[in-house]
């Protein structure tokens, strides 16, 4: 095997010209940095303890990458989920998802990096700082929410695995547990598992990428995919995997668990866009949770989720009909 | 057993329409979950489908148990249509705020939509005759062949269901596969034979229908 090379100082670089800038307002202030590490070593401890799911408050600092729009209720963000190892309806998760145990949680990176390793959560997470992002979240069935999610850039973490030159895509697998997860045992399971999602390397690195240990200012709930889950906001929200034990670094396009169901409906890429349909239904517009009861009204859906600023330019010369 | 079930048709109606305005008041109330719309909508196109399922059930049920709930099929016909007339209007109404240009681009080209417009528009002439003047006016033999038509209806809404959905989640499953026994029933009729020569076994002595 090849030494890695420095890979990722030029990316970084590159990456930063497509952020907004940054107010020197944001920039944390020395008194909330060394809250926040307080924080953090409770993050750590929270996880360390081994037992059953137990929302724990998560200190975060505010993200620029965040939206100000308002921000789906908390409870709807609970209670309405598609996360099909614990069942097919929306409400499942909520139902059913208690049984999971996320304590102790070990997360194994791989594949084309200098340094690969079976991590606890809480080594994965605790030496970087937690951010709040406030995203936009676009479901590929015609509904929206807007979460705010705490957790790292991707980058980050896949920084300190040190990934090869060779490494071209990341791989992501869910935890295959049927004892714990109703969805994955009986006569109709509705995917093949794991479930297994993909990234670009250069999607993965994006400073929106981000995997979250958290949302609304506590750890994840199980039905939102805890302990750890990816978010990537301007693509459809089935590519955010939850529940990850693996991330692995490859050198070619990895399988994705929706486009081995049905590749016709499901690419690979996945990028909310408004201009290419659903085979079977419309993308151009799409329902926020949480506004308006039964007369509210449908919003257009805008190209990359309303991120096309930040990531336009991945996609360059790419025709979007076919890389869907 | 034949004699036993006498409700007023009026009640069959009253009854058939309570999910709807419940459904619509729970809506009102905020009280349908993240997503109103959809789901009051969904509620509706199912109610629709099951009493379209269950006006298929009577003719079986009197030959193979004997149960004749004849007087109550007008009934449960005319409330699939009704539950179906619901279920388009939420879709104009509320889930596509009548925006017409999308409502006719969804209808023709999204095969789902399609399949359920066809469904719809062959319940309108069987619901407009589902009454004694048509039945007179077209006669008994014209009348029935038209009505053949709620085979082809109850097909295409099990296909609008199944084609709805990711994945094979059960509930569309069991909608299709109840509904290919009971056309299954009527196309073979040795299957219905048989099943009363089953139920005879059981129940000696039961009163031929
Ligand atoms: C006899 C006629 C019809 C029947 C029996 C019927 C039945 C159904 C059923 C059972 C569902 C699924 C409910 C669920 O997911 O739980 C459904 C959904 C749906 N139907 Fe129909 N339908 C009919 C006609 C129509 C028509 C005429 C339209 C529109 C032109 C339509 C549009 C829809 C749409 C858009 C959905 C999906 C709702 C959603 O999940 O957002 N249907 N229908």
Redesign the pocket.
């Known amino acids: 095997m090849r030494a890695s090379r420095s890979f990722f100082l030029p990316e970084a670089q590159m990456l930063i010209r497509h952020s907004p800038d940054i107010a020197p307002s944001e920039i944390t202030p020395r008194s909330l940095y060394l809250r926040r590490r307080e924080f953090l070593a409770g993050f750590g401890a929270s996880l360390a303890f081994a037992g059953a799911a137990q929302a724990t408050p998560l200190a975060a600092t505010r993200s620029p990458f965040s939206t100000s729009e308002p921000k789906t209720p908390r409870t709807d963000v609970l209670a309405y989920n598609n996360f099909y190892e614990f069942g097919g309806r929306k409400s499942d998760p909520a139902d059913n998802a208690h049984t999971l145990t996320t304590k102790p949680w070990k997360v194994r990176i791989d594949g084309l990096v200098a340094k690969p390793a079976d991590f606890l959560l809480e080594d994965l997470i605790e030496p970087h700082a937690l951010e709040e992002r406030v995203y936009r979240m676009r479901c590929v069935e015609g509904w929206s929410m807007v979460i705010p999610w705490i957790g790292v850039q991707l980058s980050e973490i896949l920084k300190r695995a040190e990934p090869l030159g060779s490494a071209k895509y990341v791989a992501f697998e869910t935890l295959v547990r049927p004892e714990e997860m109703p969805g994955q045992k009986g006569l109709l399971q509705l995917l093949p598992w794991p479930y297994v999602e993909g990234l670009r390397l250069d999607e993965a690195l994006h400073p929106l990428t981000i995997l979250a240990v958290g949302l609304y200012g506590e750890t994840l709930p199980n039905q939102n995919g805890a302990p750890l889950r990816l978010v990537v906001p301007w693509k459809y929200g089935f590519k955010g995997i939850k529940s990850i034990v693996r991330i692995s670094l490859v050198e070619t396009q990895p399988k994705t668990s929706w486009n081995i169901q049905n590749p016709r409906e499901y690419g690979f890429y996945s990028n909310v866009n408004p201009n290419v349909d659903h085979p079977r239904w419309s993308q151009a517009t799409e329902r926020r949770i949480g506004e308006g009861g039964l007369f509210a009204k449908r919003r257009p859906t805008l190209m990359y989720n309303g991120y096309a600023d930040q990531v336009a330019s991945l996609y360059g010369g790419m025709d979007l009909e076919r890389y869907f | 057993m034949r004699a036993a079930l006498r409700i007023p048709k009026l009640a069959v109606y009253v009854a058939g329409l309570v999910p709807a305005a419940w459904t619509f008041y729970l809506g009102l109330q905020d009280q349908l979950g993240p997503e109103p719309i959809?789901t009051l909508?969904?509620e509706l196109?199912?109610w629709?489908?099951r009493f379209?399922l269950l006006c298929l059930l009577i003719s079986p049920l009197r030959r193979v148990a004997g149960v004749d709930l004849f007087r109550y099929r007008r009934a449960l016909g005319l409330l699939a249509f009704y539950y179906?007339a619901l279920?388009?209007s939420a879709?104009v109404a509320l889930?596509h705020g009548f925006d017409w240009p999308a409502i006719g681009r969804d209808?023709l080209k999204r095969p789902y939509?399609t399949i359920?417009?066809a469904?719809?528009v062959i319940?309108v002439p069987l619901a407009a005759t589902s009454n004694n003047a048509a039945i007179r006016r077209l006669g008994a033999t014209a009348w029935a062949r038209l009505h053949k038509l709620v085979y082809v209806?109850a097909i295409l809404?099990a296909a609008?269901?199944l084609l709805?959905v990711k994945s094979w989640p059960a509930e569309p499953l069991l909608y299709a596969a109840a509904t290919a026994a009971l056309l299954a029933v009527r196309a073979f009729p040795s299957v219905l034979r048989h099943a009363r020569r089953a139920a005879e076994s059981v129940i000696p002595g039961r009163p031929q229908a």
Do not use: R
Request: hydrophobic share 60%.
């Open positions: 959809k909508e969904q196109g199912l629709s489908l379209l179906a279920h388009l879709y889930d209808i939509v359920g417009m469904a719809f319940l209806a809404a609008h269901f709805i």
